[in-house]
Every structure is written in C-alpha cells, then in structure tokens.
C-alpha cells in the first residue's frame, strides 16, 4: 500500500495547486488582465502550506506572543478559505465584467499623451503628441487607423507637418518590405474633420507590400512642430493566415439553468482556441466576460459561450442578455506572433430569449478539484481555530470571516 503524504507536505502541495487554480482564473482568455480582487488577494496571500501557518509555535513563546502568532496564522488560513470559496462560485469561463473592465471595449481605440520625441533618445516635455491606434492585433484583411495631434501645456493645438511616414516589417518575412504612408488633416477617411489639427493615416497590409508579414509591423512618422523634427511610432501584431472562419448565425438557449451562446465555426487549422465575448443586459449595461478555452479538431466545431446561471441571479441583470465584440485565436505551441486570428466579430451579435431570472440556477460552478482544495483548506481553518481556543480557552474566538461547511460525519 503507497505510503500517505505527510500532511505539511500535503497540504503545500494543495495549497500550490490552488494558487495556480485561481491565478489560471485570470488567465483563462490567455490574456492578462487585471486578476478578480478575490483572486488577487489569495495569489497574494502565503501558500497555506509554507510558514507561519503551519509551522509549529515554539513551545517557549511567551502567551501574548503566542496568540498573536495563533491569531495571524488563524487570519490567514480565513482569507485563504474565503477567498478561494469567493472566487470560485463561478466557472473561469463566466466572470463578472467588474473583474475585467480592462477587456469590456476591445475595438475602443488605444490613445496616449506623450512629449515630444526628438530624433535620438531626447524630448521636448512642451509639446506633447496625442496619438490614437484602432488596432493593436490585426488579422487577415484588417486594417488600423493612426492620428497624431500636437499640443502645448495648456492643451492647446499646436501647429503640425508631416515629413513623411512608412511601414515595414519587423517579423516573419518583413525585413525587406517597406511602404509609405499618407498623413492627412483634410476630412477624408480615415481623417474625422478637416484643418482641426489632428492628422490620421491608415495601414492596411492586404492592399501591399506587406501582406505576407506575420508578426510586428511597424509604422514611423517624421513630423515638426515649432521647427523642431520629431519621429512617433506605432506597432501592430499582423497575422495574415486565417486559421478558421465563423459559419453560421448564433443561436442563444437557456438550459441546465445557465445561458448558452452556440457560434458555429469551420475550423481550418486544428488546435487550441481561446474566444471571448461580452454580455450585456437589456439596457445595455457591460454584464459579463464570457470565455471559451478548448482544443477544437478540423472541420465543423461550436464555440460555447456561457453566462453562468447563479452569475446571472446574483448580479441581477436586466434581461434579456445579449453577446457583443466576440473575438478569439488560435494560440500556437511556438512562434512569433504567438496566435493567429480570427475574424472580429464586433457590436452585437446575438440576443437571448425572453427569460426571467427565475430560470436560471443558483448553485454555485462545481469540480472536483474545487471540492478538495475547498476541503482542504476548511480543515486548515478548523484547526487554526482549534489552536486558537486551546492556547488560550478563557478568551473568545475572533467571528469568522465566512461560513463554514457543515462538518461531515
């Protein structure tokens, strides 16, 4: 019969592999946003199995010191519990859009304000550049639009010329591939108004020379300002080859209490496929990140998007639902870029049956590598709070943080 783990030993393991569960929570879309507060505070937090917590307390620890140490250990072990408990009520593939308000308006533009760059490593910290980029990643048959303002302290609009602007690749197959761009204020696309100070240009890389280039393309613009010369750039992710394409119309079906988003998509190159997409409630407010990470073969394949049921009965959203600004990629074992794209799928996209909220479930997203670690660590904070009492049986235990299970028999 295998010998059992030490239970120090054991339990660091466990401890390890649930920091690793909820830092996967914030990185369930491959990206890397900001982690859930919940989940930031137990990656913070000691791994249960390291020290103080389970380390022994000295048995000539002075009483004050002793309980003190009792305490924070009994501290520690509570957040750990709860914030795990927290976090994982619902499944990494439907969180709340609080926790992610950094992907909510993924086609929103990226702007910045930043002095001016002089030609070498210096600046001019009087003027500064308002620049805006569309696109950060752009995928086969995508272009990006550019703008660049000049601006003094007071935020004024400084007068501004354009020596020159080019793009070339930086990436697979772009070394030798260069193309000029035009910078224009004179209203035509992708110019929003004429003579107001602001210049725009545009790369499309289907339409030239740099259609084959996978991987960072970069944009350079010589201008002036009050006589002085100044180069900006812009970067984009370009990856020219479509892995799979969207084949049919959404269909949304609320079943086993939750809502389900069914995207059709023939899927060209087999591999893993990270797609996500938005819900928002019936007066348009930002609801949900909804997310879907699976390998997927060749041929015909559904991406699911879910809106877990107790997500939708706790945050109470105006119903029905609806799925904006889908996109997704195929994510690739070596390389660089490091996926290929798939075709946006930008505003909205499907709506939801009329449903009350009364149809969806609230029972908490379940696993059985969530049922153990959660056992594991109730365990860890009933012994702390056992500690606690025996150290010092006089005095009353500090209320929990959070309700434990029932004890099992």
Request: net charge neutral; glycine share 10%; proline share 9%.
């Amino acid at each position: 019969m295998p010998t059992r783990p030490a239970p120090r030993r054991r339990r660091a393991g466990l401890a390890l592999a649930a920091v690793l569960f909820l830092l996967g929570l914030a990185l369930w879309a491959a990206r890397e946003p900001d982690a859930p507060p919940d989940v930031a505070r137990a990656a913070r937090a000691p791994a249960p199995g390291a020290m103080p917590f389970f380390g022994p307390v000295p048995a000539d620890m002075p009483a004050p010191q002793n309980r003190r140490q009792l305490l924070a250990n009994l501290q520690l072990a509570e957040r750990t519990y709860c914030s795990y408990r927290a976090a994982s009520r619902y499944p990494p593939g439907s969180r709340p859009m609080l926790e992610n308000a950094d992907q909510d308006r993924p086609n929103d533009p990226a702007v910045s304000t930043d002095p001016m760059r002089l030609d070498g490593d210096a600046s001019d910290d009087t003027v500064r550049l308002q620049t805006s980029q569309s696109r950060v990643y752009l995928g086969a048959g995508e272009s990006a639009a550019f703008t660049l303002r000049a601006i003094d302290a007071e935020g004024r609009t400084l007068p501004l010329e354009i020596d020159g602007a080019f793009a070339q690749g930086l990436g697979q197959g772009g070394q030798a591939s260069r193309t000029a761009l035009q910078f224009a204020d004179d209203g035509g696309a992708p110019d929003a108004a004429a003579n107001d100070g602001t210049f725009s240009g545009a790369l499309d890389p289907a339409r030239g020379s740099l259609a084959r280039v996978e991987g960072t393309i970069r944009t350079e613009v010589g201008y002036q300002v009050n006589g002085k010369h100044g180069v900006l750039q812009f970067d984009v992710i370009h990856t020219p080859q479509l892995p799979a394409v969207w084949a049919g119309p959404v269909r949304a079906a609320v079943e086993q209490g939750s809502l389900n988003f069914y995207l059709p998509l023939d899927v060209r190159q087999g591999g893993r496929y990270l797609v996500s997409g938005r819900a928002d409630d019936a007066r348009g407010q930002s609801f949900a990140l909804l997310s879907f990470n699976e390998v997927l073969k060749p041929g015909p394949n559904e991406v699911k998007l879910v809106a877990f049921g107790k997500l939708v009965r706790d945050g109470q959203p105006a119903l029905p639902l609806s799925l904006r600004d889908v996109e997704g990629y195929l994510l690739k074992d070596a390389g660089d870029p490091d996926r290929a794209l798939l075709p946006r799928l930008e505003g909205k996209v499907a709506t939801s049956p009329a449903q009350d909220a009364a149809g969806f479930s609230n029972a908490e997203w379940q696993s059985e590598q969530k049922s153990r670690y959660l056992a594991e660590f109730a365990r860890d904070l009933t012994d702390a709070r056992a500690r606690l009492a025996a150290a010092d049986p006089a005095a009353a235990l500090p209320p929990g943080a959070c309700t434990l299970p029932a004890a099992r028999p």
